[in-house]
């Protein structure tokens, strides 16, 4: 038996509709290329290392000092200026904030414009190796700090944030090794003792605990007591201001 022939014969689609269709496909693949583009250069203007080359704060002028909350306080006499960082030394996104504008605080710094109160928490201490990790090497930087040399701690606060920061779930650096670097920072004896012997492992849990109280997340920025978007580029030439 033969199939009954259909009496619909298809139409052509008109070019009215075609030159629709396109300009509907142009459209689509330009704001496709636009969000791309914009991507690509919002991320890598975030990757853009700020002030590259300056180092870490280097002014002799420059002390540190270890607050009776845990903060630990750098930056020249009488300054009018306060930024106040929250990090944890294994989040790697803390890691980023340094790497990225470290060296734009710390030439700030050496300016005399800004003072710098790090309030260091312990959130990731289950995600390192170690189950302790955080809380270790914020003891470490208590031991450097209440040396009162600005230089020795803006250097080993740095190592610990940018080139020796462990990663989450990996190896990290037990007390003799955060002792090392503190002397590649240029610390003394009796810092690596304090750091090896673990003699500010209780009063660093303590005061970890305390900044992170209220705390969302890491890293937050406050200046001047007031929360700042800190993937704003400008902003540590804006808190200096």
Not at 22 to 37: D, H, K, S, T
Not at 201 to 228: C, F, Y
Request: charged share 20%.
């Amino acid at each position: 038996m033969s199939n009954p022939t259909s009496k619909h014969t298809p139409q052509p689609v008109s070019s009215r509709t075609t030159y629709a269709l396109a300009g509907v496909a142009l459209v689509v693949v330009v704001a496709i290329v636009g969000a791309l583009y914009l991507w690509n250069r919002g991320a890598s203007t975030s990757d853009t290392v700020r002030n590259d080359g300056y180092g870490s704060a280097h002014d002799p002028a420059v002390t540190v000092a270890l607050d009776s909350d845990g903060a630990i306080v750098l930056g020249k006499p009488n300054v009018a200026k306060t930024v106040e960082i929250f990090e944890d030394p294994l989040c790697p996104a803390c890691g980023h904030l340094e790497k990225i504008y470290g060296q734009e605080i710390a030439q700030q710094v050496d300016l005399g414009k800004i003072e710098v109160r790090y309030r260091l928490v312990n959130f990731l201490d289950r995600s390192s190796k170690s189950k302790d990790y955080s809380t270790r090497a914020v003891a470490a930087n208590e031991c450097v700090a209440q040396a009162g040399d600005g230089p020795v701690y803006a250097k080993f606060h740095t190592l610990l944030f940018t080139t020796q920061q462990p990663s989450e779930g990996g190896p990290d650096h037990d007390n003799k090794e955060l002792a090392d670097i503190a002397k590649q920072a240029g610390a003394g004896d009796d810092v690596a003792k304090c750091i090896t012997s673990g003699e500010r492992a209780d009063s660093a849990r303590a005061h970890a605990e305390a900044a992170a109280k209220g705390l969302e997340s890491t890293p937050s920025v406050l200046v001047d007591g007031k929360k700042i978007d800190h993937t704003n580029p400008n902003w540590v030439l804006d808190a200096a201001k």
